[in-house]
């Protein structure tokens, strides 16, 4: 009979167990090379009880969905942002000559 310990970790499970490591690393529990090494068994494990063993000697999180990670921007969007101020800064340079002619002392 397959425990819950015997399943396979999917790359969502690993991410989560590496933001609870970086907590308690931020927190003082862990050193930078504690961290190191068991960031290096996060990626290398294949199943939920490797996992759950990276933590097993830290303190559980009461609320471990208040410590969401903050999403990142996607660049795309950042690449749109940067198009639209390009766009915004040639249409003021040309658009320059064309008030100052009309009086308006730019």
């Known amino acids: 009979m397959m425990q819950a310990t015997d399943v396979r970790a999917a790359d969502a499970d690993r991410e989560q167990v590496l933001a609870e ?3 308690h690393t931020a927190a003082g529990r862990l050193s930078m090379d504690e961290f190191s090494q068991r960031a290096a068994a996060v990626y290398a494990s294949r199943t939920m009880g490797e996992l ?4 097993a000697d830290l303190p ?3 609320n471990p ?3 969401k990670p903050i999403r990142r ?6 690449a749109v942002a940067m198009a639209v101020a390009y766009l915004g800064l040639v249409a003021a340079v040309h658009a320059s000559p064309m ?8």
């Open 21 to 23: 490591l970086q907590r």
């Open 65 to 67: 969905h208040a410590a």
């Open 99 to 106: 008030l100052s002619g009309l009086g308006c002392g730019w």
């Open 52 to 55: 759950g063993a990276l933590t």
């Open 60 to 62: 559980r999180d009461p």
């Open 73 to 78: 921007v996607p660049w795309t969007v950042v």
